[in-house]
């Protein structure tokens, strides 16, 4: 079993920043890609930036420069830098790993609970 707990979520001004942690805890053999993803009220959950194993990075084309992703392979964690908040960026942010339980087993996906990231005056 995999969890993912995520944490640094918040009320923040526009133009303001936030850093987003999630960390994985459970029994694997390897967690390939990891990532971030966020849901508006009212709208469908979107890719925010997922990071490979190896560091290889894919962003929102609407985030890119804004937000960055980095991951600590020995620690289990993937974090999201957000810089230069806008209202219309908030959501609940949730944490995605891609999991192979055993060796040659099918990778999975699993979410973390999400972190609500309100960006208001």
């Known amino acids: 079993q995999v969890q993912l707990v995520e944490s640094g979520g918040g009320l923040v001004q526009p133009g303001g920043s936030l850093r987003l942690s999630c960390a994985a805890s459970?029994?694997?053999?390897?967690?390939?890609?990891m990532g971030w993803y966020r849901q508006a009220p009212g709208k469908q959950r979107e890719l925010v930036a997922t990071?490979?194993?190896?560091?290889?990075?894919n962003y929102a084309d609407s985030l890119k420069g804004r937000f960055t992703i980095s991951r600590d392979n020995a620690k289990n964690t993937v974090s999201l830098q957000m810089n230069s908040l806008k209202p219309e960026y908030t959501a609940v942010y949730s944490c995605?790993?891609?999991?192979?339980?055993?060796?040659?087993?099918?990778?999975?996906?699993?979410w973390g609970q999400g972190t609500q990231v309100t960006v208001s005056s």
């Open positions: 990071i490979t194993r190896g560091g290889t990075t």
């Open positions: 459970g029994s694997w053999f390897s967690i390939n890609a």
């Open positions: 995605n790993a891609v999991v192979a339980m055993f060796s040659g087993s099918n990778p999975r996906g699993y």
